[in-house]
Structure formats: structure tokens, C-alpha cells
């Protein structure tokens, strides 16, 4: 079976979420493949940060209480609308912080390392940031991380196989810390058997959801998995920086956060100013001080649009559109050295494709000047996410077509094969 040009375009035509594309900002009409590292603006997500400045204008001091979105409640308002994209009870999701600073708050509440269990697992594939936390909370905790920090080993370089995780899953381990998507291949976990083995074995599990969020559905508290945290400014489009989210199993509310500040504490007493916190009950317990309600205001028109196209529909166009990805893969650039490095399987494929080549760097720079927005991973991938709200089946098409050019003329060759700062 042959894909063409007329494919796309049907495609296009049956899909259901395509009307959400024209709510979106396309800097230089480009083809925008790169959602999974900082998602576009949306018109709605710029209305509802200008909502935010127009309320600091006119109510000063007392728009912490006031106007459309009262700052003292954004943060729990917020994560109660997350909660159905990470499949938690509304209580037990929070807009807060940082990726890495939730990853270091969860860690400093839920690893408690006594005589038998002093070690964390993780994985050699997981994103620099997550390990360099884990290091630092095991020497918090007075650890040597090259002794306690367990990394579950690829066999490829690309996946993981959860065979080798559970059996990592020692007598040792106080806690796991996993990606739900590796943030190169693409691989999802199967969180739900992970979470299952874990607490067979007494292990607190938890899972960072960074590419994943927005992206696929999840099952969090059906699931039982302990914490999990995630960043915004991905797949959710919530702008550069944007606050991150966790989310805390509600068997565990009343856990002392590890770190605490005022804002951890339950609404009706943080003004009280005692000297003794009064953890909220829920997961609120796990912020820590001023959210940053800038940052956070664009969420508010953000999610909404994730409410109104469904996390399943979502799931099934991005489950499309990287297929058809694939197929012209296959069909139109074998003749190339490209290696398909993300899972080809539905079930174990997350929202980006991962292209290995030697050239990566060089043929990434190609592809920007022909205005189709990759990115690229150090030393030999390419990264690209046809995302489901904003990208198009003939997008999938054009880049294929593109990236074919750059390989035939060989146009690539006019670059340096090296990665910029910011890649
Ligand atoms: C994007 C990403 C981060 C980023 O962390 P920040 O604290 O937001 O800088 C961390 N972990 C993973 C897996 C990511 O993909």
C-alpha cells in the first residue's frame, strides 16, 4: 500500500479535533513539530494571562481574593481541572512549582531510608535533571548516590524492558522514580504493572509525567501509583516556564511535606502566622511558598481547551498522526540511514517519533530553514511530535517530503553537525 499527498488530505478532512489548529499562534506560519518541548500559545491561553494582569491592574493587593480567578485559589482550582488528565481525584493534584523542585519535594517527603532499604531506583535513560535531584536528596540524606542511585540499564540504548525494572525492585529499594514516557524514544511505561509490583515488594513508586501530560491518558489513582509530577510548558502549552503540577496518592495526605513553607499549609490557618504549620489535608500540604501566578495564568485558558477535546480523542488523532508518520517513514526515506528509534507497537509508542541519523544535527538546522520547527537530542536524534491539537496529517506529509529533499540534495551538508545552546 502506497500513502499519498490525497491521504493527508482526508485524513484531515475526518478529523474531528482540526478545528482547535486556528486557536493557535504559528510563529512564521511554520510547521511545528517541537510541542513536546515548549507547546505553541494558544488565543485562549493569552486571554486568560491577560485576564490575570488586567485583575493585579484593578484590584492591586486584593486580586488574591478577587476578580475572575482569585489568585489564594489558582493553584488548587487548577489542579482540580488537571486531575482528569492524570485520571486523580481532584484533591489529589496541585499547580505548583517546578519539575524538578516537585520532584525534590516528593522525594524529601517519601524517601525514608532505614537499615534494610537505603536505595532509590531510577533508569540510565531518564532526563539529567531527575538524577541530578536524586543524587542530591541521597546526600541530603547523607548517601553516597553512586551507591544508592540504582539505574535500571537499556539494552539498546533507546527502551526499557519493565522485565528488567521489577526484577531491580530489590529488598533494598526504598523508592522508584520513572519516566511515564522516556523523554527520547518516546517508550511508554506500563505504569500500571510497575505500580503493582512495587507494592508488592513494600516500594513507593512515583512517576514523572513530562511527556506524557496532555499527551496520553492516565489511570493515576486507579492505578494506586503513589506521587507523580509533570511539567506544563510541553504537551500542555502553558508558555516557557510555566508552573509544574504534582499529584499525591490520597492515602498519603497527612504526610509532613519534606519541604515545607507557608503556602503548605490549610488555607483557613495560613494567615493565623504561627510558628507551628497546619498541613493542609490534601495535596495542597506539597506547595511551598507564592505560587507565581503569571506563570500560571495561562493554564487557565490552556486546559480548557484539553477539557473540550477529550484526552482520549487527543490520544487517538496523536496515535494517527504518528502512525501515518511512520508509514512515510518507511515508504519514502529508506534509502536514507534514518532508523526509526521510538516504538513502533500503539500500546508502548508516546506522542513523538525519535529519528536516529549521524547527520542529526545538520539535517535538524536543514529542516528550520525550510521552516519545520524539529528538535534535536544529543548525539544522534531527532526529535519530532506531530501534536494532535495543532498539527495536521498534511503536516506529516510536508515535513516527510522536506526531509527527503534535504536527503536527496544533500543540503544538509551546508551545516555544522553540531547541536546550538538551546537544542
Ligand atoms: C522537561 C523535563 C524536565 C524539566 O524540568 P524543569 O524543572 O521544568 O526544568 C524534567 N524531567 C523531564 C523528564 C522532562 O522531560
Not at 101 to 113: A, I, K, M
Not at 235 to 248: D, E
Not at 294 to 309: K, V
Request: glycine residues 6%; charged residues 20%.
Amino acid at each position: 500500500m502506497t500513502f499519498t499527498l490525497d491521504d493527508a488530505k482526508h485524513l484531515d478532512q475526518s478529523d474531528n479535533l482540526a478545528s482547535f489548529r486556528q486557536e493557535f499562534y504559528f510563529p512564521n506560519d511554520c510547521i511545528y513539530l517541537d510541542g513536546n518541548s515548549l507547546g505553541l500559545l494558544s488565543k485562549r491561553a493569552e486571554q486568560s494571562l491577560l485576564s490575570v494582569l488586567d485583575a493585579w491592574r484593578q484590584f492591586g493587593i486584593d486580586g488574591w481574593t478577587k476578580g475572575e480567578n482569585p489568585w489564594f485559589y489558582l493553584s488548587e482550582q487548577l489542579g482540580e481541572k488537571m486531575a482528569s488528565l492524570v485520571g486523580a481525584n481532584p484533591q489529589e493534584v496541585i499547580v505548583t512549582g517546578s519539575t524538578t523542585v516537585n520532584l525534590h519535594q516528593l522525594v524529601s517527603t517519601f524517601f525514608h531510608p532505614n537499615n534494610a532499604r537505603t536505595k532509590i531506583l531510577a533508569d540510565e535513560l531518564n532526563f539529567p535533571s531527575d538524577i541530578y535531584a536524586l543524587q542530591s536528596q541521597l546526600k541530603l540524606k547523607g548517601l553516597e548516590p553512586d551507591i544508592h542511585l540504582i539505574r535500571v540499564k537499556s539494552d539498546d540504548g533507546r527502551t526499557l524492558q519493565e522485565e528488567d525494572i521489577i526484577e531491580a525492585m530489590t529488598d533494598e529499594i526504598a523508592l522508584i522514580v520513572l519516566p511515564s514516557v522516556l523523554y527520547r524514544s518516546g517508550q511508554i511505561l506500563d505504569m500500571k504493572r510497575l505500580t503493582k509490583e512495587a507494592h508488592k515488594r513494600n516500594i513507593l513508586i512515583g512517576f514523572d509525567l513530562c511527556h506524557s501530560i496532555g499527551s496520553i491518558p492516565h489511570a493515576l489513582s486507579e492505578w494506586g501509583v503513589d506521587f507523580a509530577f509533570w511539567c506544563t510548558y510541553k504537551h500542555l502549552n502553558g508558555g516557557p516556564g510555566s508552573v509544574a503540577a504534582l499529584y499525591v496518592n490520597q492515602r498519603h495526605f497527612g504526610q509532613i511535606p519534606g519541604l515545607a513553607g507557608w503556602f503548605s499549609s490549610h488555607k483557613s490557618k495560613q494567615f493565623d502566622m504561627e510558628h507551628t504549620l497546619s498541613p493542609a489535608g490534601d495535596v495542597g500540604a506539597f506547595q511551598i511558598g507564592t505560587p507565581h501566578v503569571l506563570s500560571m495564568a495561562p493554564l487557565i485558558g490552556a486546559l480548557e481547551i484539553f477539557l473540550e477535546a477529550g484526552i482520549e480523542n487527543i490520544r487517538q488523532k496523536s496515535l494517527s498522526l504518528t502512525r501515518f508518520f511512520i508509514n512515510l517513514i518507511q515508504q519514502e526515506l529508506a534509502e536514507y540511514n534514518f532508523t526509526i528509534g521510538n516504538p513502533i507497537e500503539d500500546a508502548h509508542r508516546g506522542g513523538h517519533l525519535f529519528l536516529e541519523h549521524k547527520e542529526a544535527a545538520r539535517i535538524c538546522k536543514a529542516l528550520k530553514d525550510k521552516n519545520i520547527i524539529p528538535d534535536f537530542r544529543s548525539p544522534n536524534g531527532i526529535r519530532l511530535a506531530p501534536v494532535a491539537l495543532y498539527n495536521s496529517y498534511v503536516d506529516v506529509w510536508n515535513t516527510v517530503q522536506t526531509l527527503k529533499d534535504i536527503m536527496k540534495n544533500e543540503t544538509y551538508k551546508q551545516y555544522e553537525n553540531k547541536r546550538e545552546v538551546v537544542a
